[in-house]
């Protein structure tokens, strides 16, 4: 029996990323999925990115992952979001061509080195010792590994809701995962919660009339990726693929009514649904009963690619009866004569409640074990792709005998997602907003590859060519910046001009060097017009990391610290930080008893008790 160093059980966005991570790194890794023809599939939207979303991809791609380039190789549509607004929160946004998305990333796992793919569910974790050994699956079959990574996204006791009927699954056309809920509470004894989830529906194209809607098109040729596409995998020149627009409308009084008159056939109102849903991405149901006063709410018609005729209505996400679908859909502009092609339902299931998780994404019960994904509350594409390559990154360095990769707030919007997870009571599917980040000036989409590729280069998650492109880039970008801040005009250096507010590059410097990148320019002018407040956050980390350097004893007794409240003691017990920095931004604890706890580490430190 072949023993593996990695084993990544689902192959959605998390797995796909998590086994390319471990591979990448040498680790002999096998991913285990229910259907190898679903690797990558895109289950909801057809897009990538968006507001803080695009910060995490392009991260994704500056650590060496694959969604930046499937992306860009399989887009039909590209959008840069915030343009009005200042840098940090500038997010790209691209359509794809879902069905191109899926196969090319099949193919970029099939053809990767130290990667096996095999089409099983695992159905249950063997034990030895207080260390997990192996996982078994429904053909008997028992693989053994040094470590595990746990990406089952929506399908652990996954429970779809098409008004008053319920079917079991993951997402529609594929099966639940039944058992390994059960495994993971009755083996590993780890505390499972129950949240929701929904997708709207698909309408045929020929049925749309687009002449009532706004089209919406691509803002030009921009992309996720840092690096040259690879073309050895599915070959598909950028540009290729054919563009196309978007639409938009607004549900109409007609479409109010409709939802109210059936609010009570609903589950989310009559009880059926006991799983919690977002916020942030609410049902139509819900934003017609929460906003009562609203007339209407804005929707965006996708397209699913550039080779099928269906659209993916965004915003009008539902588990309404089917009956009562059509009507709604008929309501809006444009839409009277539509034909939907799949019905929208919203899907129950079970998550790891992150509390028991580290910020490696470990189980601190079981340190071989790694969850990334949905499982871990988040919700999005692109959140379960970066805890993926996390977790991927650590399966492997633990099978190798390392420190895990731990990437802090100040690095990533990565860091900041895991940190939130690991220090916050997480109620709701998490979704991840550039608001979160205390840092956003430093964590900009533009920026990824700069802050970024030298640790994943360090941890064998980039190869050297590639980094060599960001050294190269970084030499460009200071050898400018040092010949501008020499060159004077009118009583100052051309930098100090570049400072102004309102100048770009062009408007300053008569003599760009002959082949000066434009994003080393774009760099330059970002750099030199947020200068002072970008060094006011580089002085608020260096403080914030004076905490993050106190280690917290995994053994600590909080029972033992006089003068916590008891709320704060709870919470600390329950979260168990490794570090004061985390310690401090769990909420119900005060800067006075993070103090309290300074001092009794330093006794132990000292070998005071």
Known sequence: MVKYDVIVIGGGHAGVEASSAAARMGANTLLLTQNVDHIGQMSCNPAIGGIAKGHVAREIDALGGEMGQNTDATAIQFRMLNKSRGPAVWSP????????????????????????????????????????????????????????????????????????????????????????????????????????????????????????????????????????????????????????????????????????????????????????????????????????????????????????DEYYLNGISTSLPVDVQVQMIRSLPGMSKAELTRYAYAVEYDVVAPHQTTGSLSVKKWPNLFVAGQINGT????????????????????????DPMIIGRDQAYIGVMIDDLVTKDITEPYRLFTSRAEYRLLLRQDN???????????????????????????????????????????????????????????????????????????????????????????????????????????TFDYEGVSGLRNEARLKLIRFRPETLGQASRIDGVTPAEIGLLQVFIKRIASGDS
């Not at 919700?379 to 390392?402: D, F, I, W």
């Not at 930098?495 to 102004?500: F, G, S």
């Not at 002072?532 to 280690?551: C, D, F, G, H, P």
Request: hydrophobic share 30%; proline share 4%; net charge negative.
């Open 379 to 402: 919700s999005g594409y692109e959140e379960a792709a970066g805890q993926g390559l996390v977790a991927g990154c650590n399966a492997a360095r633990l099978a190798a005998k390392k």
């Open 93 to 308: 946004r691209a359509q794809c061509d879902k069905v191109l998305y899926q196969r090319r990333m099949k193919q970029q796992l099939e053809k990767a080195e130290n990667l096996t793919i095999q089409q099983a569910e695992g159905l249950h974790f063997v034990t030895d010792k207080g260390k997990i050994v192996a996982v078994e699956t429904q053909f008997g079959d028992r693989y053994e590994s040094e470590s595990f990574v746990l990406c089952a996204g929506t399908f652990m006791r996954g429970l779809m809701h098409f008004g008053d009927r319920q079917f079991p699954g993951g997402r529609t056309g594929d099966a639940s995962a039944e058992t390994i809920s059960v495994s993971l509470a009755e083996d590993l004894g780890l505390e499972l919660m129950r949240l929701k989830t929904g997708t709207p529906p698909r309408v045929l194209a020929k049925t749309i009339d687009f002449s009532e809607m706004d089209p919406q098109g691509s803002e030009g040729e921009g992309s996720f990726s840092y690096w040259p596409i690879e073309k050895d995998y599915l070959t598909i020149d950028r540009g290729q693929v054919p563009q196309l627009p978007c639409y938009v409308i607004h549900t109409t009084a007609e479409t109010k009514k409709v939802i109210e008159d059936n609010l009570h056939r609903s589950p989310m109102y009559n009880g059926a649904i006991k799983g919690i849903g977002t916020r942030y991405c609410p049902s139509i149901e819900d934003k017609v009963n929460r906003f009562a006063d609203k007339m209407s709410h804005q929707i965006y018609l996708e397209p699913e690619g550039a080779y099928t």
């Open 448 to 554: 990824a590859d700069r802050r970024l590729s030298k640790l994943a280069y360090e941890m064998g998650l980039l190869p050297y060519s590639k980094y060599q492109i960001v050294e190269n880039k970084e030499k460009l970008i200071i050898e400018e910046k040092t010949r501008l801040e020499k060159v004077r005009t009118h009583g100052k250096s051309l930098w100090e001009h570049l400072r102004a507010n309102g100048n770009t590059y062009e408007s300053v410097v008569q003599d760009r060097p002959d082949g000066l990148p434009d994003d080393v320019v774009e760099q330059l002018e970002i750099d030199a017009q947020y200068e002072a407040y970008i060094k006011r956050e580089m002085q608020q980390v260096s403080q914030t990391k004076r905490l993050e350097n106190w280690k917290i004893p995994t």
